[in-house]
C-alpha cells in the first residue's frame, strides 16, 4: 500500500513532546577588530627627526666656503660689542638686534667660523622638527607625529634655512614650540602654560616680529575647536601681552622701513607657490582626517584635532601677508612665513601615518620607504642647496682676485656701497688699498656699510688715483643714487678697464687712469667741482 499521504510541513515538526526549536537567523558576519599597531615611544618619535635635521644640517654647512650678503651682515655686526650693536639698532636692523646680540655671544664663546655661524639654525630646526613630531604625535598618534617630523626635516626650505646664519630657523622654532604649548594649554588649562605660551610668542616676535602673524592662525584653531570663553580669555590676554611686549620693537622698525624697500611686488610665481602649498596641505587633510588618539583631546567645547591645529598655520599667515603685500606695501618673502611649513609638514604626516598603519606589514617599513624615496627624489635640489650657486651672491669669493689685484691698485670702490661688506667680512683681503669714497666706518657710523663722502668728493678722490679696484654685483644695472653715478662717470671717462672678474654673483674690475688730455684750461681742483658732476656750473 502506498504511504498515506502527509500534509506539507508534516517532516518538519518536531515530535510530540519536545520543545520547537527557535529559528535560526542568519545575519551578516561582523568585521574583525581593528588591530592598533603600537607607535614609537615619545622620546623615539621626538629623537628621529630631530637626528636627521642634525644629519642633513651638517652635511654641507660651509656651501663650499661661501657666504651670501644677508649672513655677512649677521658675521659683521656679530664682530662688534655689544655697545656698537645697540648703536647700530638705532639706525638699521632693529628688527634682528636679538639675534645679533646671541650670535655675538656665540663668536666670543666659540670663535667666528661658518660652523659657528650656521650651527645655531641647525640645532633651531631640529628642535622645531622634534616639537613639530610630539605635537603630531598629541593630536593623530605617534606614527603621524613621526611622519610630521620626518616630512619637515625633508622639505627644502626648511633645509634651506637650517644652513644659514639668520634668525629665521628660531622664529620656525619659537613658532613650533608655541603651537605645542597652545595644545597643551587647551588640554588642560593651567595658568603656567599660558604664560609660557605669552613667553615664546614675544621670544619669537623679538626674533622677527612677523612671527606675530602666528596669533591670527591661533586664533582659527580655537574657532574650529569651538572652544570655551574660558579659553579664549585665556588666549587673548596671553597673545596680547606678547603683542604689548613686541610692540616697541614693531614701532622702531617702522622707523626704518626703508630697509624692506628692496621688496618687489609679489610675482604670479609666488602666489601659485602659496596657493600649492595651501592646497598640498587641504588635499592631505581631505584624504586623511586626523585620528585622535585614544582619548581625544578637549578643548572647552567639542575636540581639538590635527587639521584644527594645522591648516590655519599653514594658511593663515600666508595669505594674510600676501593680502598686506597687494593691498598696502609689498611685503611678502618666503622666509618672513617660513613657520607656516609648520603646518604642512603635521598634514603630511597624517596622512603618511595613516597610510603606514594601513599596510599588512610593520609601519616603520613603510615609513623608512617613504623617508628614503623623498630623499633621494629631492638628491638634485638638496645638493642645489649646499652649492654656493643656492644664492644670491657670494661675499667671499672676491676676495682671492682682490688680494691679487691690489699690487696694482691702490684704492679701492663700491658699486653700490653695500658690496663693501666684501671688505668687512674679508679685511686680510683688502690690506693695503684706500677706501676712498669712505667718510665714516660702520661702526662709527652705526650701520652696516658706513657713509660714504658727497659724490664731488668721490669723483675727485677718484681722480687723483692711477689704478682703482672696483667691486660690484656681477649683473651691474644703472646706479639708483647720484654718488653710484658719480662713480660710474668717472670710471667710464677717465679710466680704462684692464681686467673683470666674476665670481659667484661678484665682479671685481681693475681700472687705470687714462693719459691726460691737452687741454687749455687748468684741471680741477679740490676747490671747484668737476664739470658735468651734480652742482657743476653748466
Known amino acids: 500500500m502506498p504511504p498515506p499521504l502527509m500534509s506539507p510541513g508534516t517532516l518538519l515538526d518536531p515530535p510530540s513532546g519536545t520543545t520547537p526549536r527557535p529559528p535560526v537567523v542568519l545575519r551578516p558576519s561582523a568585521p574583525p577588530p581593528r588591530i592598533t599597531r603600537p607607535g614609537p615611544s615619545r622620546a623615539l618619535t621626538a629623537a628621529v627627526p630631530a637626528g636627521l635635521v642634525l644629519t642633513l644640517g651638517l652635511w654641507g654647512i660651509t656651501r663650499q666656503d661661501s657666504m651670501w650678503r644677508d649672513e655677512a651682515a649677521t658675521w659683521q655686526v656679530a664682530h662688534r660689542s655689544l655697545p656698537d650693536i645697540w648703536h647700530l639698532l638705532g639706525h638699521a636692523d632693529v628688527v634682528h638686534g636679538l639675534y645679533y646680540a646671541l650670535m655675538h655671544m656665540m663668536f666670543e664663546v666659540f670663535g667666528d667660523s661658518l660652523l659657528t655661524l650656521r650651527t645655531p639654525s641647525v640645532l633651531a630646526m631640529a628642535a622645531a622638527a622634534s616639537i613639530a613630531a610630539d605635537l603630531g604625535a598629541r593630536l593623530a598618534g605617534r606614527w603621524s607625529g613621526l611622519g610630521a617630523g620626518l616630512a619637515l626635516a625633508l622639505l627644502p626650505t626648511f633645509q634651506t634655512y637650517a644652513q644659514e646664519g639668520r634668525p629665521y630657523a628660531m622664529v620656525t622654532a619659537a613658532v613650533a614650540l608655541a603651537s605645542w604649548l597652545l595644545v597643551a594649554a587647551m588640554s588642560r588649562p593651567c595658568t603656567g602654560t599660558w604664560s609660557a605660551y605669552a613667553v615664546v610668542v614675544l621670544l619669537g616676535a623679538l626674533l622677527n616680529w612677523f612671527s606675530l602673524l602666528v596669533l591670527p592662525a591661533h586664533a582659527a584653531t580655537l574657532a574650529l575647536a569651538r572652544s570655551h570663553r574660558a579659553t579664549w580669555a585665556r588666549w587673548l590676554l596671553a597673545a596680547s601681552t606678547a603683542v604689548v611686549g613686541a610692540l616697541p620693537l614693531v614701532l622702531a622698525s617702522q622707523v626704518q622701513s626703508r630697509q624692506v624697500s628692496w621688496i618687489q611686488p609679489t610675482t604670479p610665481g609666488a602666489m601659485y607657490a602659496i596657493a600649492a602649498t595651501i592646497l598640498a ?7 586623511r582626517r586626523a585620528r585622535e588618539p585614544a582619548g581625544p583631546i578637549p578643548a572647552a567645547a567639542g575636540k581639538l584635532t590635527l587639521a584644527a591645529v594645522a591648516v590655519p598655520l599653514c594658511a593663515v599667515p600666508q595669505v594674510m601677508l600676501l593680502v598686506v603685500s597687494l593691498t598696502w606695501q609689498p611685503l ?10 609648520i603646518g604642512l609638514a603635521l598634514l603630511l604626516g597624517a596622512l603618511i601615518g595613516a597610510l603606514a598603519t594601513s599596510l599588512p606589514v610593520r609601519p616603520e617599513v613603510p615609513l623608512a620607504a617613504v623617508t628614503a624615496l623623498a630623499f633621494l627624489a629631492l638628491l638634485p635640489v638638496e645638493q642645489h642647496i649646499r652649492s654656493p650657486s643656492s644664492r644670491v651672491d657670494d661675499v667671499l669669493a672676491a676676495a682671492i682676485p682682490v688680494d691679487a689685484a691690489r699690487g696694482q691698485g691702490g684704492a679701492v670702490v663700491f658699486i653700490p656701497s653695500a658690496r663693501r661688506d666684501t671688505a668687512l667680512v674679508t679685511p686680510g683681503a683688502f ?3 684706500r677706501d676712498i669714497a669712505l667718510a665714516q666706518s660702520p661702526v662709527e657710523s652705526g650701520t652696516l656699510h658706513g657713509i660714504e663722502t658727497d659724490p664731488d668728493t668721490t669723483a675727485r678722490a677718484m681722480l687723483r688715483e692711477r689704478h682703482i679696484i672696483l667691486i660690484s654685483d656681477a649683473e651691474t644695472g644703472l646706479a639708483h643714487n647720484a654718488r653710484d653715478r658719480a662713480k660710474q662717470r668717472v670710471l667710464h671717462e677717465h679710466f680704462a678697464r684692464l681686467t673683470t ?21 687748468p684741471p680741477p681742483t679740490d676747490r671747484e667741482p668737476i664739470r658735468g658732476w651734480p652742482g657743476a656750473p653748466r
Open 281 to 287: 596641505g587641504g588635499g592631505c587633510a581631505l584624504l
Open 332 to 341: 611678502y618673502v618666503g622666509r618672513y612665513v617660513l613657520f607656516a611649513h
Open 431 to 433: 690690506h693695503g688699498l
Open 501 to 521: 672678474t666674476i665670481r659667484r654673483g661678484r665682479s671685481i674690475t681693475l681700472y687705470e687712469r687714462n693719459a691726460p688730455r691737452v687741454t687749455t684750461s
